[in-house]
């Protein structure tokens, strides 16, 4: 099937059709682009919802990681992943397909109107051809109607006895001449009718089946293009379905991940005072004076009777304002956190004294590097002077010192909080046996009344079983989460003391990179290890202990 043997009388036809072609290519090529706008678009609120959404860093005030908490975060971040791959899908689109067809539109023009000149040139040249030999063919026409005017002339004259003879020879010689014009024009009129013939031949068996086959070529290539395009802009998408079903699969994780009960024991560890339910109010007798008897004392002794009422009395409006149901005292922070419950207390000094201890470390650390600069200035002075860095350790050492005594000032107010909160469960068990006594409600340990400057404490008492009771519970504690990471890369962890991990599995972190390129790491099911610090992406935390706290 050719166009040139079917449709060789259409040029019109196929000039319309290969229009359309291009037209229809470019209609393609404009739907493109809009799906690309769209993609854009769309990756573009993806991103912004996931930065709307995302927790605010801050130092003031963190709120508890808890694992839903912790999914909500891992879902925005494979949500941020998604829209990276709707990203690479309009790139994709845009380089593979949209740029080739804006390309090939383009080429496809200039094709398509060098063979349309070329068909119209053969057209022209055999419209030429055909005007030249129906003029060759008018003129032939008209000398043969004038020879067979002079012809008659000459019959007349000659058949006419009044004519002379000079008339009859004019007569005749017009007749030869007419009779040769003729003769020459009859061969020119079919000189050109064969080259007319021979060029329309030409034409239509030659020259415009070749024209309109690579018209047909041209048409058939658009369509291919087309097609391609069609693949290309299909396989954009399906190159990021594994990936785009890597970032559904995480968020399915993330959501699996949450643990209810992990997250009301955060709830506890969050909010819990440490202080003991008050006990019950004693019974206040009231009605004592009015059954007394004359010889039950006198003036003297009445004052005195009074006197311990109104004793009584007052103590029982300073109970009246303990800090029964959990109301914050108001007042501003103290150092020793003495303005918090114990519980709440004892867990804000442990973060300050894990906060110390890590900055004695990189002190520490620092000093170390000093002693080993300096050593190595020693055996080399062509390196450095010695002397310029004692500045710098003077002021190390000072860190150093200042560091320690705050850790041991705060672990003093911590061992203040950890023996009051010992102490305070005899003391409940006590005042619930002797609860019906008359001197008053004894107050629970810590209590806090209404007024931030007044507070009612009990004596601390210590017994020898209380510090028993806190050595058999002193086992290994683990280490608190002081960030978190998420696996880059999976680790078969055969080694020992390693920790095996997938791809994209999240694990806590308890210690960090010492300079030895390994992470000690900790599973929600509390199995701990060590891991490759290149593997991982490694999110540190300020505040943090046992639990992950968002920054």
Known sequence: MSWGTELWDQFDSLDKHTQWGIDFLE????????????????????????????????????????????????????????AGQREVVAEEMAHR????????????????????????????????????MDNSKKKFERECREAEKAQQSYERLDN?????????????????????????????????????????????????????????????????????????????????????????????????????????QMVVDSFKSGFEPPGDFPF????????????????????????????KTTVGKAKGKLWLFGKKPKGPALEDFSHLPPEQRRKKLQQRIDE???????????????????????????????????????????????????????????????????????????SDINHLVTQGRESPEGSYTDDANQEVRGPTQQHGHHNEFDDEFEDDDPLPAIGHCKAIYPFDGHNEGTLAMKEGEV???????????WTRARRQNGEEGYVPTSYIDVTLEKNSKGAVTYI
Not at 382 to 392: C, I, V, Y
Request: hydrophobic share 30%.
């Open 97 to 132: 397909v949209y740029g080739e067809l804006m390309r090939y539109a383009h080429d496809l023009k200039t094709e398509r109107k060098m063979h349309l000149q070329e068909g119209r040139k053969a057209q022209q040249y055999l419209d030429m051809c055909w005007k030249q």
């Open 507 to 517: 694990l806590y972190i308890i210690e960090e990179d010492k300079g030895d390129g």
């Open 356 to 430: 110390l201890n890590r900055e004695l470390q990189k002190e520490s650390d620092q000093k170390e590097a000093l002693n080993k600069m300096k050593d190595v200035y020693e055996k080399n002075p062509q390196m450095g002077d010695p002397g310029s860095l004692q500045p710098k350790l003077a002021e190390t050492m000072n860190n150093i010192d200042r560091l320690r005594m705050e850790i041991h000032k705060n672990e003093a107010w911590l061992s203040e909080v950890e023996g009051k909160t010992g102490g305070r469960g005899d003391r409940r068990h006590s």
């Open 160 to 264: 006419d006895t009044n004519a002379t003879k000079a008339d009859v020879e004019k007569a005749k010689q017009q007749l030869n001449l007419r009779t040769h014009m003729a003769d020459e024009n009859k061969n020119e009129y079919a000189a050109q009718l064969q080259n007319f013939n021979g060029e329309q031949h030409k034409h239509f068996y030659v020259v415009i089946p070749q024209i309109y086959k690579q018209l047909q070529e041209m048409d058939e290539r658009r369509t291919i293009k087309l097609s391609e395009c069609y693949r290309g802009f299909a396989d954009s998408e399906r190159k990021v379905i594994p990936i785009i079903s890597k970032c559904l699969e995480g968020m399915i994780l993330a959501a699996k991940s949450v643990d209810e009960r992990r997250d009301s």
């Open 284 to 311: 206040e007798d009231y009605s004592q004076h009015i059954y007394r008897t004359i010889s039950d004392g006198t003036i003297s002794a009445s004052k005195q009777e009074s006197g311990k009422m109104d004793a």
């Open 27 to 82: 209609r393609y090529a404009k739907f493109v682009k809009e799906r690309i706008e769209i993609e854009q678009n769309y990756a573009k609120q993806l991103r912004n919802l996931v930065k709307k959404y995302c927790p605010k860093r801050s130092s003031k005030d963190e709120e508890p990681r808890f694992t839903s908490c912790i999914a909500f975060f891992n879902i925005l971040n494979e949500l941020n992943d998604y």
